[in-house]
């Protein structure tokens, strides 16, 4: 092989006139035993392959354990649980990393907290205000080796504007959207079902939402999940967005008053498709009642989509979801309009001020609070099923 026999001759001036390193036989081929344990083969067994945590851990499971944990103070689990996170993610998400770096700041595990901040960053996290905004680093924020990691950040962010272009242009033009669609079992094409609109969270999307439609018990409706139309950069993680959100590169640079008309377009352009999408559903298939569910960034649209469009919508439903401000809701309740409003006991108080809201408004509001921090559990949909039923 070409590729094989370049590194080989690349590698030859390194190891001149140094010992000759041990080396293990591996079908035949010879393996330094030098190598740095990430890299050795020697560790591998592919008799044996742990299967399970390379692609069937639960993501979403240890992420709501690991908030869990950080909730109540148990750092030590919260990292245990966001290492297992690590372990089993392909694409080394840089919150989860940030998180952790957090946590071990919180445990005095200066340097561990350190690397693991770097580290967060050469992942593809992005905002440097984070680091000196959050209160868990405080403990270490004046050492040596914290100092160091600051200054090692900076050095990057300083080579990623280096090679931004001095200006972006943000340019709307239509283009296909992806979206799932679940069917009731045994749909009757002659029978009419109520339709629900799922949005999902920030840096979430449609494959995801879709795939919490077995979580309903009877999933006797009509469920369309829509993907946010906003790809967020994959050295970030992925993912995808309702609005051009601060945490994007281009972003970023933009003059403050820019900044705020390019979030209201790409909002209002994320309200007209959620409309523009509930009204293909409901032309192509029968219809007898409209609800918008969505989570966290997601539950925060469908309330502005439903109280701006209160005659196309019954209800709205969300999970998580910070309240809008007063120039997207009207004053007074539309007439038989209900929300559905769940919050994790252990989250912020945005779902309770997201209650208050709409009952000193007299809206019809059903309030759930479920276990844990910021997620949708599968007995909270079940809820919700059971309200929209």
């Known amino acids: 092989?070409?590729?094989?026999?370049?590194?080989?001759?690349?590698?030859?001036?390194?190891?001149?006139?140094?010992?000759?390193?041990?080396?293990?036989?591996?079908?035949?081929?010879?393996?330094?035993?030098?190598?740095?344990?990430?890299?050795?083969?020697?560790?591998?067994?592919?008799?044996?392959?742990?299967?399970?945590?390379?692609?069937?851990?639960?993501?979403?499971?240890?992420?709501?354990?690991?908030?869990?944990?950080?909730?109540?103070g148990d750092f030590d689990l919260a990292a245990r649980y966001y290492l297992l996170f690590l372990q089993a993610d392909l694409n080394r998400n840089p919150i989860v990393i940030y998180n952790l770096a957090c946590c071990y700041a919180l445990m005095g595990e200066e340097a561990l907290a350190s690397r693991f901040l770097v580290a967060s960053f050469r992942a593809g996290l992005d905002d440097r205000g984070f680091v000196d905004a959050d209160p868990d680093f405080d403990s270490i924020r004046q050492t040596q080796q914290f100092q160091g990691a600051v200054a090692e950040i900076d050095s990057m962010m300083e080579e990623m504007a280096a090679l931004r272009s001095d200006e972006m242009l943000y340019l709307m033009f239509p283009s296909l959207q992806t979206a799932r669609l679940h069917l009731p079992e045994g749909y009757d094409p002659g029978?009419?079902?109520?339709?629900?609109?799922?949005?999902?969270?920030?840096?979430?999307?449609?494959?995801?939402?879709?795939?919490?439609?077995?979580?309903?018990?009877?999933?006797?409706?009509?469920?369309?999940?829509?993907?946010?139309?906003?790809?967020?950069?994959?050295?970030?993680?992925?993912?995808?967005?309702?609005?051009a959100h601060g945490s994007q590169d281009w972003l970023e640079i933009l003059p403050e008053d820019r900044r705020a008309e390019l979030w209201e377009r790409s909002v209002i352009t994320s309200i007209d498709y959620v409309v523009f999408a509930t009204m293909e559903l409901r032309e192509?298939?029968?219809?007898?009642?409209?609800?918008?569910?969505?989570?966290?960034?997601?539950g925060q649209l469908c309330y502005m989509t439903a109280l701006l469009h209160p005659d196309i919508y019954d209800g709205v439903a969300a999970f998580g979801a910070p309240m809008i401000g007063e120039e997207w809701a009207p004053q007074e309740s539309a007439p038989g309009f209900r929300v559905f409003i769940a919050r994790g006991a252990s989250e912020d108080d945005r779902g309770l001020v997201a209650r208050d809201y709409f009952q000193s408004r007299g809206y019809d509001v059903t309030f759930y609070e479920h276990d844990g921090a910021h997620w949708v559990p599968a007995e909270g949909l079940r809820a919700f099923e059971s309200w929209l039923n």
Do not use: K
Request: hydrophobic share 40%.
């Open 191 to 243: 029978r009419e079902y109520p339709a629900v609109v799922a949005l999902h969270g920030y840096t979430g999307s449609a494959e995801e939402f879709s795939r919490r439609f077995s979580d309903f018990e009877n999933g006797d409706f009509i469920y369309l999940s829509l993907q946010a139309p906003y790809a967020l950069p994959p050295e970030t993680g992925g993912g995808y967005s309702w609005c």
């Open 1 to 72: 092989m070409f590729l094989r026999r370049s590194l080989l001759l690349l590698a030859v001036p390194l190891v001149v006139g140094l010992p000759a390193p041990s080396r293990a036989s591996i079908g035949g081929v010879e393996i330094p035993e030098a190598l740095p344990g990430w890299a050795n083969p020697a560790r591998v067994e592919p008799a044996e392959p742990d299967f399970e945590r390379l692609f069937e851990a639960d993501l979403g499971y240890l992420i709501e354990n690991a908030q869990q944990a950080y909730t109540i």
């Open 284 to 298: 192509h298939y029968p219809v007898c009642g409209t609800y918008l569910l969505g989570f966290s960034q997601g």
